[in-house]
Nanobody, 121 residues
C-alpha cells in the first residue's frame, strides 16, 4: 500500500506564509514528477506547481513569484512554500504523484487526502 500524507495547512492572514509537506510511504520503487493542486469551493481542481525528479519546476501564473515547490527524493517528500498569501489562495491543496511499486510496474497516480488552506483578508 502507498500513502501520501499531507500536512502544514491552516488559517493565515493575507500576506502570511505557510509550508505544505506531502510524504509518500509504503511500497515504493520509483516516483516521477510530484505536484500540488488546489480546489476552491465551486471551482475545478487546478495545478499549482510541479517538480520533476531532476528539480525542474513549473508554476501556475497566479502563484509565480510567491510559491516555491521543492522535493527531497531521499524522503519521497514534496514541499510547497507559500508566501504573500492572498484570500484567493484559499482552497484544499492536494499532492499528486505517479508511483511505481516495483521494477517493470507502471507508474500509477496517487493523490493525498488534501489539506485546507484558508487566507483571511
Amino acid at each position: 500500500q502507498v500513502q501520501l500524507v499531507e500536512s502544514g495547512g491552516g488559517l493565515v492572514q493575507a500576506g502570511g506564509s505557510l509550508r505544505l509537506s506531502c510524504a509518500a510511504s509504503g511500497r515504493i520503487f520509483s516516483i516521477n514528477a510530484m505536484g500540488w493542486y488546489r480546489q476552491a469551493p465551486g471551482k475545478q481542481r487546478e495545478l499549482v506547481a510541479c517538480i520533476t525528479t531532476g528539480g525542474n519546476t513549473n508554476y501556475a501564473d497566479s502563484v509565480k513569484g510567491r510559491f516555491t515547490i521543492s522535493r527531497d527524493n531521499a524522503k519521497n517528500t514534496v514541499y510547497l512554500q507559500m508566501n504573500s498569501l492572498k484570500p484567493e489562495d484559499t482552497a484544499v491543496y492536494y499532492c499528486k504523484t505517479p508511483i511505481a511499486l516495483a521494477p517493470g510496474f507502471n507508474h500509477n497516480i496517487y493523490w493525498g487526502q488534501g489539506t485546507q488552506v484558508t487566507v483571511s483578508s
